[in-house]
Every structure is written in C-alpha cells, then in structure tokens.
C-alpha cells in the first residue's frame, strides 16, 4: 500500500514551452502533496506544499507564476512548469501524506526534466 | 531554526561488517525522525521512522536506528551490510508543531565494498 506515482518518468522540451508533471496517489487519499526539486548529487529542496482544494503553498524564492500547481482532487497533484529554460531541468520529485499515515511521506518515483 | 545534519557525505564499509550513517537534528518539541534510502533516478523509500516510544527503530531490509534525544541524534545501523545497500540515504525531521515540514539532512551516500 501508499503507493505514489509519477508520469511522466523524463521527459524533454523546447526552451519557451510548457511541461506538466502529474502525481497520483494510487491507494489512498492525499490530503497533503508536495513537490520537490533535487539537484545532482544533492538533498531535496521542497519547492510547495499544496492541501486538495487549496491554493498551493510556495517556499521562498520558487516562483509561483512559473511553477503552477493544482491539487484539484484527494488523489492527483499537478506541476506545471511554465516557459521553461535550461535551469530549470532537474529531478522533479513529488510526495503524499493522507489516510494511510499521518507521519511518513510517501514518494513518488520523480520526473527527470531535460530542457534545450 | 529547525536543521537536519548529516556530517558525512560518503560512507565505506565491506560487505559483511556493520555500518552506521550518522544524522543530527534540531527542531522545536519533539521530533519525528525518519530515513529514506534513495537509488539512482528514482524516489525515495520509506526506511522507518521513530515517533514515540521504544528508541530502538527497527525497520525495512535490515537496517535500524537509534533515536537519542541528549544527543539529539538519530544514527541508521546494520549489522551486515549488503553490496545492494549502496544507495543514497537522507534522514528527515518533521516539527512537532509543523506537520507540513519535512527537513531533510544533506544525504549520504554509501558504499558497501565486496
């Protein structure tokens, strides 16, 4: 159980467009998702906190206006990454908390995002 | 200001002998602690946590943790490490008081030897 999935798994685009990240939470409700942003080699940087049916949360310095999120149902979480450029390719991780446990998270096998 | 420290970026171990990866929180209340063990381009995995209770965590695949709130630590162990062990483990920190954060440390990778 608390399986978290992730699609697309990589994914590659053109500098200037846009590119959505889907999280789902498989077998349980996703009160709570977040989204994260890891660099090579390095620790997860939290980059929003969003609550269903809730505007998401941004951390500081993660543009809201760049990186829209939408948590419109208990079991799906969107990233969309507007105009995108060279930085922002990285390692896109999203993860649950909700009716399966009130502590752990639950992670999603991430999104690796290449832009041109 | 709520922190998670992981003082070593690399750990080695032969196969066979135990290992530890060390990690060091500072967080209002009381803390709920956890490891994660990540493999290349991929997620993390839920290892164990503590939240109350017993110090001694034991979780998936072996490993455990001792939770120590003098030394406000939180070490992962093994009695016998495996060469599938090597992977990136990050230790996390969730505030008592702020159950929307999660701090994670600055992860360690470890390397079991043949």
């Known amino acids: 159980g608390a399986v978290v999935s992730q699609h697309p798994s990589w994914v590659i685009c053109k500098s200037g467009t846009s590119v959505k990240i889907e999280c789902r939470s498989l077998?349980?409700?996703?009160?709570?998702m977040f989204w994260y942003r890891q660099f090579p080699k390095q620790s997860l940087m939290l980059m929003a906190t969003s609550n269903e049916g809730s505007k998401a949360t941004y951390e500081q310095g993660v543009e809201k206006d760049k990186f829209l999120i939408n948590h419109a149902s208990l079991t799906l979480s969107t990233l969309t990454v507007t105009s995108a450029h060279p930085e922002d390719s990285s390692f896109y991780i999203c993860s649950a908390t909700g009716t399966v446990s009130s502590y752990e998270q639950y992670f999603g096998p991430g999104t690796r995002l290449t832009v041109t | 200001a709520q922190s998670v420290a992981q003082p070593e970026d690399q750990v080695n171990v032969a196969e066979g002998n135990p290992l530890t990866v060390k990690c060091t929180y500072s967080v209002s209340g009381n803390p709920y602690l956890f490891w994660y063990v990540q493999y290349p381009n991929r997620g993390l995995q839920f290892l164990l946590k503590y939240i109350t209770g017993d110090n001694l965590v034991k979780g998936s695949y072996g490993f455990e943790a001792e939770f120590n709130k003098s030394q406000t630590s939180f070490h992962l162990k093994k009695p016998s490490a495996l060469v599938s062990d090597s992977a990136l483990y990050f230790c996390a920190v969730r505030p008592q008081y702020n159950f929307n954060k999660f701090y994670f440390g600055s992860g360690t990778k470890l390397n079991v030897k043949p």
């Open positions: 077998d349980f409700q996703a009160t709570t």
